[in-house]
């Protein structure tokens, strides 16, 4: 797989958010997670997502067990970066600053994301 991702259907990005959150799993497990977050979907639907995200290079699976073993190849961090990236360029004609700034007028940030923030600023003063 080359650096650039490709494109993830939502259904596909909540297949692939179980496996972050729980490890390797197999299709039942997968499915049982779904299911407890509401998602009422068919053993070979999740099955087919599974296969579609092999097949992008997103998730590998274990084929030594009788019930494959399924987990995230590809990490949560670099798919954020990655459709970050995207959103920037489609939204923001790629200036990241615009991004930035809607998001601290748009959303509401906890004092703990506020003090990361500010620190970050002030590392990236320091470096300039």
Same mark, same amino acid.
């Given at each position: 797989?080359?650096?650039? +991702?490709? /494109? +993830?259907?939502?259904?596909?990005?909540?297949?692939?958010?179980?496996?972050?959150?729980?490890?390797?799993?197999?299709?039942?497990?997968?499915?049982?997670?779904?299911?407890?977050?509401?998602?009422?979907?068919?053993?070979?639907?999740?099955?087919?997502?599974?296969?579609?995200?092999?097949?992008?290079?997103?998730?590998?699976?274990?084929?030594?067990?009788?019930?494959?073993?399924?987990?995230?190849?590809?990490?949560?961090?670099?798919?954020?970066?990655?459709?970050?990236?995207?959103?920037?360029?489609?939204?923001?004609?790629?200036?990241?600053?615009?991004?930035?700034?809607?998001?601290?007028?748009?959303?509401? +940030?906890?004092?703990? /994301?506020?003090?990361?923030?500010?620190?970050?600023?002030?590392?990236?003063?320091?470096?300039?």
């Amino acid at each position: 797989m080359n650096d650039k +991702l490709g /494109e +993830l259907a939502a259904s596909e990005l909540e297949v692939l958010k179980v496996l972050w959150d729980v490890g390797p799993s197999t299709v039942r497990d997968v499915l049982a997670h779904l299911q407890d977050r509401g998602r009422r979907l068919a053993y070979t639907t999740v099955l087919t997502f599974l296969s579609r995200l092999e097949q992008k290079g997103y998730v590998t699976s274990n084929k030594s067990e009788t019930a494959y073993v399924y987990k995230a190849k590809v990490s949560r961090e670099r798919v954020s970066r990655s459709r970050v990236r995207s959103l920037i360029h489609e939204l923001y004609d790629g200036a990241a600053g615009a991004l930035v700034l809607q998001l601290m007028q748009d959303e509401r +940030l906890s004092p703990e /994301e506020l003090g990361e923030l500010q620190s970050l600023l002030n590392k990236l003063e320091d470096n300039s």
